[in-house]
């Protein structure tokens, strides 16, 4: 039989087609490109290679890496005490912090340049900063406020107020909580703390959670559900970053404030860390399917050797937690050993300066404030800081690049829009950018900044400067990621370059400048 087509037909089916297409390409652009991605026993290493740089973070860990210095307050019944962890013996009576002022916290913090707070709403000890409705071993036992206190309440308050974000630390562990070792019972429990926490007290941008996982009554083991935690976070508050024993944050490996010269943030996960990842992948956001299993501490995560063996590569970012005291927690015994600026400074430049998110704790003390001598340490941090980075040098320099690509020329990389970036040809696996100053300058710091957005890329990179005969390398690095501070000895030099040796793709950098300290000393 012949089919006949009307006019009318033709126009409904020309009408369709015109949808099907455009409905494709809607769709195909609002797709967010994975912050994973699978490897197959067929992919060669340079397949890999390949797919490592194509993974990128995801808008919720983009967001966090920009905030790059960020604050941890450690503080509950311990502070009453001295203790660094509490038995959850600890009478609420303990808790009484008369001059409580989360306003002076946040200042503080803000002050010093951080973006974002944590709170210890649970430490190990069971004790709650805020009056949860399913244990009696919180704040509304205490005196404080006559029981009628919410310290995240009030520090939620007092971040949104300032425009902080605000984050919890909510430990698994608990020492007090009867129904732990009963692990249905207590990640019922555990559930349900979470729960008031992420719909009572607005937006919270992390939550932490320590892997930590002691003995319960009688010896009992409790069994964390992490998928189960994973997912209530997700469907109360998708843009809740989950940090350590998560799936969006990884624990750089040490508490010292150091983190690696080489740091990766695409790094390999594991067979046992992905849970029915083939069958699942389409429902399910990645981040719930990967369940991270133990810590990464390793010198080397992310090299070329290590992602040969990986069943999946994820956008899995450091963050470096230190405190700016001996203990998380205060102990006036430790007033005079508070971190100082130099000091700090120097965990600034080899934690957020290596491709790292900076967790900075900042213990309250048994007044409810932040003592003066943190504070002053704080101030003196930023103020280092502040005269270093003021002047970029190389702001708008006559800039040149082996090879640059329309609308991502070179000019990108210095025009101190960290969203616009050079890139060089497609192909190409190394590159150099030259920069012409103004006039001579002397310089001893130097920023470069990849566009992440796209992946992260460059291995190995050198800079050089150019005395009139020759170009003698000053500075020499491995991974750039977000951001790389470099230290050096004064250099005074009108032409400087960068040359990227050796890339995963095509190098991009949004970033470079040229700055000076006024420390002399390598600080
Ligand atoms: C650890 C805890 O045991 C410490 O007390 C502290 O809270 C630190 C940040 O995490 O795992």
């Given amino acids: 039989m012949k089919l006949k087509f009307t006019n009318a037909t033709r126009v409904l089916a020309f009408c369709l087609l015109v949808f099907v297409i455009l409905n494709g390409l809607i769709c195909r652009r609002t797709e967010s490109p994975p912050n994973f991605i699978l490897i197959g026993p067929e992919d060669s290493l340079e397949d890999v290679v390949r ?23 450690h503080f509950t019944v311990n502070t009453f005490t001295d203790r660094e962890w509490g038995t959850g013996k600890e009478e609420p009576a303990l808790f009484n912090p008369v001059e409580l002022d989360a306003r002076q916290w946040v200042k503080v913090c803000k002050d010093a340049g951080m973006k974002q707070l944590i709170l210890t709403a649970k430490h190990h000890d069971g004790f709650c900063l805020w009056p949860s409705r399913y244990t009696e071993h919180s704040i509304k036992n205490s005196p404080w406020r006559d ?23 909510l430990s698994p562990w608990d020492r007090h909580e009867p129904t732990y070792g009963n692990s249905p019972a207590y ?16 937006p919270i941008s992390e939550v ?17 559900d992490w998928e189960g935690y994973y997912r209530l976070i997700r469907l109360l508050q998708p843009q809740t970053v989950i940090a350590i024993m998560g799936p969006d944050v990884r624990w750089v490996g040490t508490e010292t404030g150091y983190g690696r010269e080489t740091e990766w943030s695409v790094v390999p996960v594991f067979e046992q860390e992905l849970k029915n990842l083939a069958d699942d992948l389409v429902h399910h956001p990645f981040s719930i399917r990967f369940i991270p299993q133990g810590d990464r501490v390793e010198a ?3 090299s070329r050797e ?8 994820a956008w899995y970012p450091s963050e470096v937690d230190v405190s700016i005291r001996p203990g998380w927690f205060y102990h006036s015994s430790q007033d005079n050993q508070v971190k100082t600026p130099e000091k700090l400074v120097d965990i600034y430049y080899s934690s957020v300066g290596r491709n790292s998110l900076l967790l900075l704790n900042i ?32 702001h708008l320099a006559k800039t040149t690049a082996t090879s640059e690509q ?38 001893n710091r130097a920023l470069l900044q990849e566009y992440i957005q796209g992946g992260q890329r460059v291995e190995e990179f050198l800079l050089q400067a150019w005395n009139g005969s020759n170009w003698v390398t000053f500075a020499k690095g491995t991974t750039v990621g977000y951001k790389r501070l470099l230290r050096f000895p004064l250099v005074t030099a009108k032409k400087i370059r960068l040359i990227i040796s050796k890339s995963r793709a095509a190098p991009t950098i949004s970033e470079f400048g040229l700055f000076k300290s006024p420390l002399i000393v390598s600080e």
């Fill in 147 to 169: 029981g009628k206190g919410d310290v995240v309440r009030e520090l939620s308050d007092a971040c949104r107020e300032a425009g902080l974000k605000f984050g919890v630390y």
């Fill in 306 to 313: 290590k992602l040969k063996s990986a069943t999946a590569l």
């Fill in 300 to 302: 080397d995560l992310g």
């Fill in 363 to 394: 213990p309250p003390d048994r007044r409810g404030l932040i003592h003066e001598n943190d504070s002053k340490s704080l101030q003196g941090m930023r103020a280092i800081l502040e005269a270093t980075f003021q002047t970029n040098f190389s």
């Fill in 208 to 224: 932490w959670f320590d892997g930590a996982c002691g003995e319960g009554p009688d010896g009992r083991r409790q069994v964390y």
């Fill in 406 to 443: 329309r609308n991502h020329e070179a000019v990108y990389a210095v025009d101190q829009d960290k969203d616009t970036y050079w890139s060089s040809e497609d192909r190409a696996k190394s590159a150099t950018l030259e920069f012409e100053l103004k006039q001579e300058q002397a310089f």
């Fill in 51 to 73: 797919k490592a740089a194509q993974v990128v973070p995801s808008p919720r860990q983009l967001s966090w890496q920009e905030m790059e210095f960020t604050g941890f307050l």
């Fill in 187 to 202: 990640n019922a429990f555990f559930k349900n703390q979470l729960r008031e926490l992420l719909t009572e007290y607005g």
